[in-house]
């Protein structure tokens, strides 16, 4: 009797080993929840990005991936643990960015996501690591100079982007936005003369601007219509991933790799940018 009493311990707490091992198996294959500090963090990390943006975050035609955010978002996953070869870049695109964190589908996003208290009530952010600016893009003989001209003319922009709802709010209410799920299809837009012009961030549009297909045939505003705070995008509550990010982001300005990698990607498309903000500054 006492024998039997003992097996079924032991069988429940083989029971509950196996369990315990086979959840952080599957964490790390998910998403690398299983882990965040130290060498050999979980088999895999999944990291939010864009896919159509160069100079931040582009796939290439050979499949991989390139641009400031991926840069940051490489380095910051090293901190964490993960080598190049186990992160698996995953499309999120603006409008998807919240839902992505909330179902779990990524650890982190890197994707030109401004902070704001609408966002930070649904998601948690670390950084800033980037301040950029609402602009314009429009065709080179444009005559366009304000946002005000912006009323009565088509314009598009990205829907779930900031860019989209100040426009609505605040640039130019009484303007045609046209909301799609991209920046490439807004430029393919401005190109084929459906739309006036395009509106986002100007590291956005300077990017698309300075591509070989498009060279000459647009330029920036230069307007500086908003202050656009790039975060890194956590779960809600996930404050310990938060907390390491923003160690990673320190550490990526302090030893150059953070200016190293505005120059490898800002400085083909000529983008000015504004110098490293410190971890916590808003600027609103
Ligand atoms: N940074 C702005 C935003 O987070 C515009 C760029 C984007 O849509 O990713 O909405």
Request: a negative charge; hydrophobic letters at 35%.
């Amino acid at each position: 009797m006492k024998l039997r009493k003992v097996s079924a311990a032991a069988a429940t707490a083989l029971v509950l080993a196996l369990t315990a091992t086979a959840c952080g198996g599957d964490n790390g294959d998910d998403n690398g929840s299983d882990t965040g500090s130290g060498s050999g963090g979980g088999d895999k990390i999944k990291i939010g990005i864009k896919y159509d943006q160069p100079g931040l975050g582009l796939k290439e035609p050979d499949g991989t991936f390139s641009g400031f955010d991926v840069d940051v978002a490489t380095y910051v996953a090293k901190e964490l643990g993960y080598d190049p070869k186990q992160i698996e870049f995953v499309e999120t695109k603006s409008a998807d960015r919240e839902n992505a964190l909330d179902r779990g589908d990524v650890k982190f996003i890197a994707a030109t996501y401004s902070i704001n208290d609408e966002r930070a009530k649904l998601v948690d952010f670390a950084g800033p690591y980037l301040l950029a600016h609402q602009d314009l893009l429009i065709k080179a003989d444009s005559d366009i100079s304000k946002g005000t001209d912006l009323n009565g003319k088509k314009l598009c922009s990205v829907t779930g982007s900031t860019s989209a709802q100040n426009v609505k709010e605040s640039i130019a209410p009484k303007a045609q936005l046209k909301e799609y799920g991209t920046y490439s299809e807004c430029i393919a837009g401005l190109q084929s003369g459906a739309v006036d012009a395009v509106t986002t961030d100007d590291s956005i549009l300077a990017g698309f601007a300075s591509q070989a297909n498009y060279k000459g045939q647009f330029k920036l505003a230069g307007l500086k219509l908003s202050n656009e705070n790039y975060g890194i995008g956590v779960k809600k509550g996930d404050t310990a991933t938060v907390d390491k990010i923003n160690k990673a982001l320190e550490k990526m300005v302090s030893d150059g790799a953070w200016e190293t990698a505005v120059k490898e990607n800002f400085g083909p498309a000529g983008y000015k940018n504004e110098p490293a903000p410190k971890i916590g500054d808003i600027v609103k």
